[in-house]
């Protein structure tokens, strides 16, 4: 049987898909500088935090590292050559900081900041639209030495950063996001000790926090001032968060789970106040006029979204609350994620209603361990079927209201998926680590003909 045939025979066809998206709808694709780019030590590009925590034994499986991720760096010409094939429309990426500033700041590095000058031209030439975000959690090792997140003169320097990239790139990119996911870098690496620099300390913590969410609000004006006709978001993580079980102690850890994963950033940002269960741990770390500093004006809101998350009550854990597994009845992708596409469904319209932005779904994807088959096909049928009810919930976001304008399916490629390695694959396209070699995978093809099909739908 042929991909295509499996992918028709699984009840995929993207007829029963077309409803009313607006007419200028975005299909993308999303990666991120770490996870895909290797050239870890190329053209003076400096460490980053994620460098020196991939070293430390234990930090990661199979002691995986970044070091050549899909070597992009040097394939990014074939990668554009794959997105052109499958008809993507945008591409989302996001810049090293440490790639183009090796020591966060001081003077550019221009080879660096020529590698982007490539990409967003091969980008350009093939038709796709560049996304570009200016932070997906690779900082500078230098910074980290100075504090990163926790000094409070961060705020300038990502200013800094976001002024250099948005001179040299705003001519020819239009879509800037500040930051991916802070709630996760921010959570995992002060709250659980999961992520770089691995604390756990609830006020470290918060200061985080607040310092991300000022770095914003300065990235947001010097990328306004470089680049004026620019479009600007920041890319927030948002799913329910919800009690393990039906305790009132458990009720209490979801919601302090809920401020936050959802809501300590697009709070501040976009309506100027922090959750009320935050706001008196950010009183140490807030300045007056903070928070007018930290809600600029921005364009869209960019919204990542796997699976709803847990909490269970622990007196004893630092932040007053645990993490949990979903529960065991619930339906599961191939890496164990909780499937739950009505999730996803009232997330949306959540979000239209609270801050009234064009949504774009900027992340939404699921995780397998898969491999070719004997004749060097990978056949994702979970994926496709994944991606086919996340598309249906999407859709009847937008019957009922919500003003979705596009969606990026995580990933483009096979990479580097943080804490869990090689392991997790999240591509569209499978990428053998061996060899760098890509085979785009069934769920490659039924992307392309959905977006085909929505073309030809969008034309009538
Ligand atoms: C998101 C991250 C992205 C990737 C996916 C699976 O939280 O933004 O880098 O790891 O999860």
């Not at 008809?87 to 020529?114: C, H, K």
């Not at 809501?263 to 928070?291: I, K, N, V």
């Not at 019957?399 to 804490?419: C, H, I, K, Q, T």
């Amino acid at each position: 049987m042929t991909i295509q045939d499996e992918v028709l025979n699984c009840g995929t066809g993207p007829a029963a898909l077309l409803r009313a998206l607006p007419r200028d709808f975005v299909w993308g694709v999303s990666t991120s500088s770490y996870q895909i780019e290797g050239a870890s030590q190329v053209d003076g590009r400096g460490p980053s935090i994620w460098d020196e925590y991939c070293k430390v034994p234990g930090h990661i499986d199979n002691g995986d590292t970044g070091d050549v991720a899909c070597d992009h760096y040097h394939r990014y010409g074939e990668d554009i050559a794959l997105m052109h094939q499958l008809g993507i429309q945008a591409y989302r990426f996001s810049v090293a900081w440490p790639r183009v500033l090796p020591t966060g700041l001081g003077p550019p590095n221009e080879a660096g900041l020529a590698f982007y000058d490539r990409l967003i031209d091969g980008l350009l030439a093939a038709g796709i639209q560049p996304w570009l975000c200016l932070y997906h959690w690779d900082l500078p090792q230098a910074l980290q030495e100075r504090g990163g997140w926790l000094n409070r003169d961060i705020r300038g320097w990502f200013g800094d950063y976001a002024a250099l990239v948005a001179r040299r790139y705003g001519d020819r990119v239009r879509h800037f996001a500040t930051f991916n996911e802070p709630s996760v870098f921010t959570l995992f690496g002060y709250g659980f000790a999961w992520h770089p620099p691995g604390q756990t300390d609830a006020a470290a913590l918060c200061r985080a926090i607040h310092h991300v969410n000022l770095a914003h609000g300065a990235g947001v004006d010097a990328i306004r001032t470089a680049a004026p006709s620019s479009v600007i978001g920041a890319i927030h993580n948002v799913q329910p968060s919800r009690p393990v079980d039906a305790t009132p102690g458990d009720a209490a850890a979801a919601r302090l789970l809920d401020a936050y994963w959802n809501r300590a950033f697009p709070e501040p940002q976009l309506l100027g106040t922090y959750p009320t269960a935050l706001a008196p741990l950010m009183e140490s770390a807030m300045q007056s006029g903070d928070l007018d500093r930290i809600r600029r004006p921005v364009d869209w809101f960019g919204l990542n979204h796997y699976s709803p998350i847990y909490a269970r009550a622990d007196s004893k854990a630092p932040l007053g609350f645990a993490w949990a597994d979903a529960p065991p009845n619930v339906r599961r992708s191939p890496i164990g994620w909780q499937v739950d596409p009505a999730a996803f469904r009232d997330v949306l319209l959540d979000v239209h209603r609270r801050y009234r932005l064009p949504i774009y779904v900027t992340e939404n994807g699921a995780g397998a361990n898969e491999k070719p088959n004997e004749a060097g096909e990978v056949i994702d049928l979970e994926r496709i079927s994944y991606l086919r009810i996340y598309g249906g919930a999407l859709r009847e976001a937008v019957s009922a209201g919500a003003d979705v304008r596009g969606y990026f399916v995580w990933s483009l490629l096979d990479n580097f998926e943080w804490g869990a390695g090689y392991e997790n694959r999240f591509g569209l396209v499978y990428v053998d680590f061996a060899t760098q070699r890509r085979i785009p995978k069934a769920s490659a093809h039924w992307y392309a003909r959905m977006i085909h099909a929505e073309a030809m739908e969008a034309a009538r």
